[in-house]
């Protein structure tokens, strides 16, 4: 495999005691050895950091000589808005340490979900990846994909700068995308086990629902 492709591993469940399989799938991106920056060549790589959570790809084409990139931590002083929980800065410089020249193709940043699980659990929103502006000072949303099955971010970008992972919208993800045990009740002389899950419903007619 390439670098930047993601290894998917799935592990089916059955059993006499299941109503139906149960299915878990786990996403692996395949990336180069882990350090302060890394060369990115012609041939295309991947940068991955802070603790896994943050993957920068580069397919092949998008550099027309070796680049070294970095990710820092955001500068002292810069003001975040409440939906970003994590700041990091990318740069790319050639050979002779001046910027690199723009990239030729997007260069995809991926997020894993996994690592800011318990940022996302005390957030209302779905996940987001944030670019400052530098001339205004804001923070601007990008588009990007949400992999719920595979627990990631996509976003592709063109260019540089400092970056903002939170979240947008109005989506619960903890209490719509992560299964957890909360309110299920088991019978102390069977062992059956049930839930509930109340339902907000409009009335029916004549008030009645």
Known sequence: MQPGEVLTNTVEAAGGELAQPVTATVATLVNLPAADGAWITPAGGVLWRRGGRVAVVFPPGAV???VQVEMAEAPAGIRLRPELFDAFQLTARDQAARPAAPFALPVRILLN????DEALRTRQGSPALYRLNEGSGEWELLSGQVDWGRGLVTVEVERFSLFGAGTSSTLSYG???LPTVHGFVTDAWSGNSS???????PPGPGGWG
């Open 64 to 66: 027309s000589e070796p």
């Open 113 to 116: 979900l996994a690592g800011y």
């Open 175 to 177: 209490a719509q995308h």
């Open 195 to 201: 839930i509930h899950y109340p339902l907000t419903l």
